[in-house]
């Protein structure tokens, strides 16, 4: 079965350091993995996608992730966080295991301070 | 392309009532999706339709019910509004569902007084 787990519920950086979000998967089978932002009271973005091609992804605004299989890991990372960074970030996981579900993390709450 | 819209933004209803919300996707996209989102109980999903098709559903109680249309427009329906029903509502459109990302529209905002 599908599971995703986001490590951190809140994280706080300081504007101009590294932004370092968590997220481990479980999939039987090759999952596509996402994340998403999303700033309050709006919709979900979508920042990047891995979807089995190049391990480490490039997204939106700066940010990427690198896909370890032997880890199970899809971490966000940032080199520099920017206020309008702070926003709340979701991993999510999706595979062809029948039950063709998107699976959502928990979120986690990016604060940045000045 | 036009992104994905919903219709209304903002909604404020009684207890008891009932509600339609819609969702247009993106030009080209069959899948829709629909979830709840509240402070409490974080997202989650109610439903995918899927070339007017119910492909997927979540653990939510009938009164939550939906449908799609030929031109993949989707709409959410909700009787009998609880109280607990106060959230937002997002719909999410997608190439074919899963495994290809989705795209968020802005969202409805619900409140059951």
């Known amino acids: 079965a599908q599971s995703v787990t986001q490590l951190d519920s809140h994280v706080s950086v300081s504007e101009g350091t590294p932004v370092l979000l968590r997220c481990n998967y479980s999939s039987s089978y090759s999952p596509s993995l996402f994340w998403y932002v999303q700033h309050p009271n709006k919709g979900l973005q979508l920042l990047l996608k891995?979807?089995?091609?190049?391990?480490l992804v490039k997204g939106i605004n700066g940010f990427e992730a690198e896909f370890k299989k032997s880890e199970t890991s899809f971490h966000l990372t940032k080199p520099s966080a920017h206020m309008s960074d702070a926003a709340e970030y979701f991993c999510v996981v999706s595979d062809r295991s029948g039950t063709y579900k998107y699976i959502f993390g928990t979120g986690t709450r990016l604060k940045v301070l000045a | 392309k036009a992104g994905v819209t919903q219709t209304p933004r903002y909604l404020i209803k009684t207890r008891g009532q009932q509600v339609t919300l819609s969702c247009s996707p993106i030009?080209?996209?069959?899948?829709v999706s629909w979830y709840q989102q509240t402070p409490g109980q974080g997202l989650q999903f109610l439903f995918e339709y899927f070339s007017e098709t119910q492909r997927n559903k979540g653990n939510f109680p009938g009164r939550f019910s939906g449908r799609q249309f030929s031109n993949s427009r989707s709409e959410m329906n909700v009787s009998t509004l609880e109280l607990g029903d106060s959230a937002l509502y997002l719909c999410?459109?997608?190439?074919?569902?899963?495994?290809?990302?989705?795209?968020f529209g802005p969202g409805t905002r619900l409140t059951v007084t």
């Open positions: 030009s080209g996209h069959r899948s």
């Open positions: 891995y979807t089995s091609a190049a391990t």
């Open positions: 999410a459109s997608s190439l074919n569902g899963v495994p290809y990302e989705q795209y």
